[in-house]
């Protein structure tokens, strides 16, 4: 595991004002407040997270420009200073699956905010049992570990902040507009690109924690989606933007969005103005779907959204309202 610290954020913050310019080691130690050994290791230990920085010897240090540190925990936590999740980030180059650290440090009272990241993981998770494939330099996949006031029954709408925290950072990164798919995948002309998590531990009228964890294609080219068979038709960024896209950007952009949307749910007219948000983004509502429900496959119209997150269905006339359910959208031409 990759942790950042204080000498660290120290060193490269102030790397990072001076690109490709040498910053004296004496000028490091101040800024840091570290001897020249402490300056030395934290550099060492940046280039583990993938910076590319060169001692020049009896001058400094300088650092290249390199995307291979696009997930660097210390550049998150550098880039997520003003926000009060992100304080604590955790990269493992590959795990099983994100959720499982995260949900252990919720067990053991970390705070809400922290983050654990991977460059990969072996045995990802999805919604109703599925398997979620993150491959090894391309992917995002990250779990935050919040502390919500919510009641449990409402915990859905986590997923929904979740949703439009990425449906808002790829918009006002990228410039396009993806369709969010009930209850949380979010789709670029009916391919998948990103899934969300939402675990809980809960008891009657109060929410512990939740987990909320967030895949997203992202650097995976066509081929390698082609062959990950996950059950429906699935994309990447860098297919739709056509070049890759620095991950780190869009971790911090979707989580400070998700964080405010989290704070918003806690009211009542937040939460309406959440609920609203989401339905303005989804494209499930009004649509013909199928809906497989408790082994059974069921045609409807999706006709509303709850307040607690439910999707509202108009099958054979009747109104039913879910919880979870797995949806296919029906062609609409
Ligand atoms: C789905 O589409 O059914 C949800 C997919 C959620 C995937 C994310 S990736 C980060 C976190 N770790 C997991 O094992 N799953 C979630």
Sequence with gaps: MIRSNKTKKSVLKAL?????????????????????????????????????????????????CSGAADLSPTWLELTLENTSWGKTVLFWKSLASTQEPAKELARQ?????????????????????????????????????????????????LSFAAAIAVHETLKKNFGISFELKWPNDILYRGAKVCGILTETASEPGKVHYAVTGIGINANIDSRTISMMDVGGPSTSLLTILGHPVHRGDVIASVVRIMEREVRSLETASGSKKCIDEYIKRCSTLGREVIIRHEEKALRGKAIGISDSGEII????????????ADITHLRTD
């Design 313 to 324: 269905l108009l099958i054979s006339g009747k109104e039913r309202v879910l919880a979870a």
């Design 109 to 157: 009272g970390a705070p809400e905010g922290v983050l654990v990241v991977a460059g990969e993981q072996t045995s990802a998770r999805g919604r109703l049992g599925r398997k979620w494939k993150s491959p090894q330099s391309g992917s995002i996949c990250f779990s935050v570990i919040v502390r919500p006031n919510l009641l449990p029954g409402r915990i859905q709408l």
């Design 16 to 64: 990072l004002e001076n690109p490709g310019e040498i910053v004296s080691g004496s000028d490091l130690c101040r800024i840091a407040d570290v001897s020249r050994q402490s300056v030395w290791k934290a550099v060492d230990s940046l280039r583990v997270e993938g910076f590319e920085i060169e001692a020049v010897p009896h001058k400094g240090y300088r650092l290249f």
